[in-house]
């Protein structure tokens, strides 16, 4: 049974940046890609990017281009999401989800989420 | 990219009846590429639903999809208590993927 674990809520000023981890177990983290979608509060659900760890090769969506950075350590099953520039708009959950196949974006295993919230 | 409308946005009705969700893109999703999830509050997504019409594991026979083109089609042949929730639609045929903004199914 795969499981996605996600470090805890953070508080961040306007302009910082914020780097949120997803710890995965069970399954083999290198075989399969992780993704990042938020949802802002009381909205849907939008996708950020994600990451093939055995590749190490990211592609992000062309909103965030610039702005997030998805990478992963093999060593420790654990995927990254850091987002700079951070704005009162970025205030969201954020979560991983691991993408069923390498090349289709079905996410099958989420995280539990992590708040961010941007105020100054 | 493709945009995701789902329709209505509440659905209210009564454990034991039958639901019917729809989701309309503004373009063809290739190879019926459509998921559905649903979300309770304060949990992460669920899928149920991908390829347009095969179950995740786990997820009863009592939800179902259907649809291709543009308009797909999640039912709900009896709601359970546990089934009142927001379901999204999501395309993953296109990049980039996208949800639309979903149907909250609430009870009446």
Known sequence: QVQLVQSGAEVKKPGSSVKVSCKASGGTFSSYAISWVRQAPGQGLEWMGRIIPILGIANYAQKFQGRVTITADKSTSTAYMELSSLRSEDTAVYYCARDQEWELVILDYWGQGTLVTVSS | ?108
């Open chain 2, 1 to 108: 990219e493709i945009v995701l409308t789902q329709s209505p946005g509440t659905l209210s009705l009564s454990p034991g009846e039958r639901a019917t969700l729809s989701c309309r893109a503004s373009q063809s999703v290739s190879s019926s590429y459509l998921a559905w999830y649903q979300q309770k509050p304060g949990q992460a997504p669920r899928l149920l639903i991908y390829g347009a019409s095969s179950r995740a594991t786990g997820i009863p026979d009592r939800f179902s999809g259907s649809g291709s083109g543009t308009d797909f089609t999640l039912t709900i042949s009896r709601l359970e208590p546990e089934d009142f929730a927001v379901y999204y639609c999501q395309q993953y045929g296109s990049s980039p993927t996208t949800f639309g903004p979903g149907t909250k199914v609430d009870i009446k």
